[in-house]
Each structure stands twice: as C-alpha cells, then as structure tokens.
C-alpha cells in the first residue's frame, strides 16, 4: 500500500509542477514586436498608456531612411478613439529603428506596417 501511495504522490507532484513550470514560461516570454518591415528591429517596443481602458487597435505603414529616420506615416486600419490613435502616433514618432545585422536591403527607404493592439479584459 504505501509504494501505491509513494507512486500516486509523485506522479501527482510530476504533473502539478510540470503545469507550473509551463505557466511560468509562458508568462516569461518576450512581447512581440509591434513592426513588420525587412531588415529592421525597433530598438525596444512601444509603450502607450490606455487610460480610458479601450479595446481596439490601429495599424500604420511607415516609411523610413537608410538611417532609420522616419520620412512618412499613414493609417492602415484604425478601430480605436483619435485620442488613443494620438499617443500611438507620437510614440511612433520617437521610435528609434535598429538595421539588423543582415539587411542587405538595397533601396533608399524601407516601408512596412506597425500595429498596436489593445485589449481589456
């Protein structure tokens, strides 16, 4: 009776601590960056403030320098207040663009899209 009871306890302990492990993990990971475009990183992502609690989002395309200089800014799609649509635009403006080590991108500019997405819970 008591190595049935020893296994039970292990096994149990097994996949409890298995489950933790995974959700610690999970929460461990890395946002995900908020621009698409080939040969460029942001330097780190956005933060805006969402103070009226709004769910939405809103996308923009971009258009930067070989340098990382940002030369235009149009929105794609946009489901959330203007007020909210400001802060993100100002955050894209102070937005410092990284070239990855292996752009080869050949062009003047680059263009690509970064979106914002907020949810609430």
Request: proline content about 2%; aromatic content about 10%.
């Amino acid at each position: 009776m008591y190595f049935i009871m020893k296994k039970s306890i292990e096994i149990f302990l097994f996949f409890f601590l298995s489950l933790i492990a995974g959700s610690v993990h999970a929460q461990d990971k890395e946002p995900s960056s908020p621009l698409s475009m080939s040969g460029w990183n942001l330097e780190s992502n956005p933060k805006v403030r969402n103070s009226s609690q709004e769910s939405g989002m809103i996308s923009y395309e971009i258009e930067i320098d070989t340098l990382g200089n940002l030369l235009s800014i149009n929105v794609l799609k946009q489901t959330i207040s203007a007020e909210l649509a400001k802060k993100c635009e100002d955050e894209v403006r102070k937005m410092h663009f990284v070239k990855k080590v292996n752009n080869t991108v050949g062009t003047s500019t680059s263009k690509g899209t970064i979106t914002f997405v907020f949810k609430v819970n």
